[in-house]
């Protein structure tokens, strides 16, 4: 139930062919066919252009205003020489936002994270040029070092979430650089379903304080099906649930943790739409930090209708495949 999207064979050959020479400046790649694809290897027709020209001449003819695009630079002088950026317009399609977003990090990883030594986000055009550039190092001159999941999440939130939150909210310190803002009810809810007092635990981001939240809900779901009426079908969720269930005669209850976006999730605030994504790996330490909690199996889904009591059951408790031992043929007369 994961996206499996990973760098094809061609990105990594192209990317390759970046690292070994000089002469190219970079690289353009995209998502098709559920795998991170290349598009164009960018080679200026004389060496020695300014890095703002190359920009203007080679980057700047591919970049649209409805779709998305990762953008791999020659930036620095020195290893590391390189910078991605992540390109999403407000305009491109919502499940190609999702996608760019999710499946960035898996780019930078997939071909060496120390090759890069800056990553971030662009929503328009102007930041792809060479003021756009310039804008975006003066803004992260006195940036203190991040690690790669810190800086995503930075890119998305606003420094006045960090000052208040107001009251029954508290933030979480992940690391030193990261602190994630949780309503008091959310982790108390969290608490409880480690000490088994409770059953569920849904979550989603509040797009105006940006902070997590719990989603109230009247019963714990019985079942699987039970469970996937209960998540929100135009809107994205964290769903903590204890599926107590019997297999092979004994009654067995684990930990099992949902995320869920659906196609048809749609708002005017892309970074809140980009926030989902990032923010997984946030709302599954703090639960593990706040109250134990390890999920014993993780899904990612689009639609929680994609959830399916067979398909967890699959997961769980997966089927083991008996290999028959080889008889050697009688001897012929024997």
Known sequence: MQSGISASQ????????????????????????????????????????????????????????????????????????????????????????????????????????????????????????????????????????????????????????EAGMGTGTREIHLSKNLATPIAEDALQALQALGTASRSLVMLKINPESEAVELVPSDSAPA???????????????????????????SETSPLLFFYTCPTNFSTKAIKFRMMYPLMKRAVLAAAEKEAGLQPEKKFEVEDASEITEQSVLEELHPKVEVKKAFNRPKRPGR
Not at 85 to 107: E, G, I, N
Not at 223 to 249: D, K, M
Request: aromatic residues 8%; proline residues 8%; negative net charge.
């Open 10 to 161: 061609e990105l990594v050959s192209q990317f390759n062919d970046l690292l070994k020479s000089d002469r190219h400046f970079g690289l353009l790649a995209t998502i098709s066919s559920e795998q991170l694809q290349p598009l164009q290897l960018l080679t200026p027709p004389s060496p020695g252009a300014s890095f703002a020209s190359n920009v203007e001449s080679l980057l700047r003819p591919h970049v649209k205003p409805n779709e998305a695009l990762y953008v791999i630079l020659r930036r620095y002088p020195s290893s590391p020489a390189l910078v991605a950026v992540t390109y999403v317009p407000d305009t491109a399609p919502v499940r190609q936002k999702m996608l760019f977003a999710s499946t960035r990090l898996t780019l930078v990883r997939e071909l060496g994270s120390e090759h890069f030594r800056d990553t971030f986000f662009a929503t328009t055009p102007e930041e792809l040029s060479p003021a756009g550039f310039e804008k975006h190092d003066a803004h992260t001159a006195v940036e203190a070092p991040l690690t790669e999941e810190e800086r995503s999440l930075g890119e998305v939130r606003r420094a006045e979430q």
């Open 223 to 249: 079942s699987i099906a039970e469970l996937v009426q209960t998540i929100s079908p135009t809107e994205p969720r964290f769903t903590f649930y204890r599926y107590t269930h019997s297999h092979n005669g």
